[in-house]
């Protein structure tokens, strides 16, 4: 089941830069960049329908109560770090945004606290305590979030830097995309067969391959600047690609693996919530250093902020150190 969705998220992934350069280039009813909001309409509506039909239901023996109060801390520490990093490059960091990441540790801290407590006295905490006990899972959550921290960023820099600096359409662009697409397919579905035999190995090599092929995309674009022809990037991108597939699916399966059985609900959600969060933290910080170097160019914009993902790739594989060796 892992192997599956690691395989469809990814290509969707990357597929989804391709069908926005293809409703770009369509321009339907002349709405522009309003279309690659609006495909989700008819997106979500066909997901419903599928849903209903083709998932199966799944009940609790008995129903639970909801977790409201830690429900709304979470929610209240998640937005306090994730919407002044979103919205501070653009706004120009003003006050609100330093005091709202200045609480967020707060908010965090009392949401813990708030959990203990309920645990303690018997009740249903949004996530439970023990799981955190669990220095393998607590390692695999962290590799979680600073993994998806270089995944939307990376896609967003290398966009502006195709489209702004290299001069290319929203469809050129996306096509370039379909690079990374062709390895990762190849990579993610020998991914779970390897990991079943190799662990969390198969994790680490797959960090360091999106490392190098960062550090390679940084090279091309030192040698060739703002100019050049766009197949010079073709090795990178293989390397990226490759490395996505060989990371994205382990990754869940050991994390997943880690966790003791009755948490297992609980941990699936965790997971897709560090996704989400990690991938706002990298779209908002990679996108400073990529706008706050502007000044230098394209080209240089780009070598910093993907220079910089090769370094948080880097933290990921060191990570994997703390993972289950391998899959029980």
Avoid at 40 to 56: F, M, Q, S, Y
Avoid at 107 to 131: D, I, K, S
Wanted: charged share 10%; with cysteine; net charge positive.
């Amino acid at each position: 089941a892992l192997s599956a969705y690691g395989m469809v998220m990814g290509l969707a992934a990357v597929g989804g830069q391709l069908l926005g350069g293809l409703l770009l280039a369509a321009n339907p009813a002349g709405l522009g960049w309003r279309t690659v909001f609006l495909i989700n309409l008819p997106i979500g509506v066909a997901a419903l329908a599928l849903t209903r039909a083709l998932v199966p239901e799944s009940r609790a023996p008995q129903g639970g109560r909801i977790d409201i109060a830690g429900t709304a801390l979470a929610t209240a520490a998640v937005t306090a770090i994730v919407l002044p990093l979103v919205e501070g490059q653009a706004r120009g960091w003003p006050l609100w945004t330093w005091v709202s990441l200045a609480i967020a540790p707060l908010l965090v801290a009392v949401f813990a606290l708030q959990q203990r407590r309920l645990a303690a006295g018997g009740g249903e905490p949004l996530l439970a305590p023990g799981m955190f006990a669990s220095r393998e899972f607590t390692a695999g959550l962290a590799a979680q979030l600073v993994f998806w921290c270089g995944q939307a960023s990376f896609f967003l820099v290398l966009a502006l830097y195709l489209q702004e600096g290299r001069g290319l359409s929203a469809l050129h662009s996306g096509l370039v995309f379909t690079i990374m697409a062709t390895a990762y397919l190849a990579t993610s579905m020998r991914a779970p067969a390897l990991t079943a035999v190799h662990g969390r190995r198969v994790l680490a090599i797959g960090a360091l391959a999106l490392a190098a092929g960062h550090a390679l995309l940084v090279g091309t674009a030192v040698l060739a600047g703002d100019g050049g022809s766009v197949l010079a990037l073709t090795p990178g991108l293989i390397l990226v690609g490759a490395g996505m597939g060989l990371g994205i699916t382990p990754l869940a399966t050991l994390v997943m693996n880690s966790a003791p059985q009755e948490h297992v609900g609980s941990v699936s959600g965790v997971l897709a919530t560090a996704q989400n969060i990690g991938s706002a933290i990298g779209v908002a910080g990679i996108g400073a250093i990529f706008y706050g170097a502007l000044d230098h160019g394209f080209a240089v914009a780009f070598e910093r902020g993907v220079g910089t993902l090769a370094v948080v790739l880097l933290v990921v594989a060191a990570l994997t150190r703390l993972l289950p060796k391998a899959v029980r």
